[in-house]
């Protein structure tokens, strides 16, 4: 799949549309997701552009997959939700219901969120 550039957060990447920024650096960008499903909702983006996680994986440099992950865990430790802990999510594909085609991990967190068995094989 090729990458599309006019996406809602290569759109927020290039400052076209607002978000509210919670961590940045050279290869990461982490803002709050604008329909929040916990307390804490927060999307982390890697800059380059890769349609998804299949893509990031396969094409993304160590030091970007590095940088990600490290964003990933430094958001977690600033917003508080180490010790009540948390939940990452990051839907690949049709299955997953992927609405946005640039690569991104949701960080939940800030309430119970349930088990995963209802997330994961819910069904409809
Ligand atoms: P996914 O279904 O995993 O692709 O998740 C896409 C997420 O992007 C959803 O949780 C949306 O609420 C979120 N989203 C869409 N547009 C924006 C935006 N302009 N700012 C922040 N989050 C957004």
Redesign the pocket.
């Known amino acids: 799949m090729a990458y599309d550039d006019e996406n ?2 290569a ?2 990447l290039r400052g076209e ?4 920024k919670v961590y940045e650096d050279e290869h990461v960008l982490a ?7 916990a307390p804490v ?1 927060v ?1 982390v983006i890697p800059k380059g552009q890769y349609v998804s996680c299949d893509d990031f994986t396969a094409n993304a440099s160590d030091a970007e997959m590095a940088a990600l992950m490290r964003a990933v865990g430094k958001v977690a430790r600033d917003l508080g939700v180490v010790d009540s802990g948390y939940r990452m ?3 690949t594909g049709p299955d ?6 640039h690569f ?1 991990i ?1 960080i939940f967190g800030g309430r119970r969120l349930g088990g995963l068995r209802r997330q994961a094989g819910g069904g409809e």
């Not at 803002?31 to 499903?37: K, P, S, Y």
């Open positions: 809602v957060f759109r927020i549309i607002p978000a509210e803002f709050n997701d604008i329909a929040h499903l909702h999307l999510v990051s839907n997953a219901g992927q609405e946005v085609p991104h949701h």
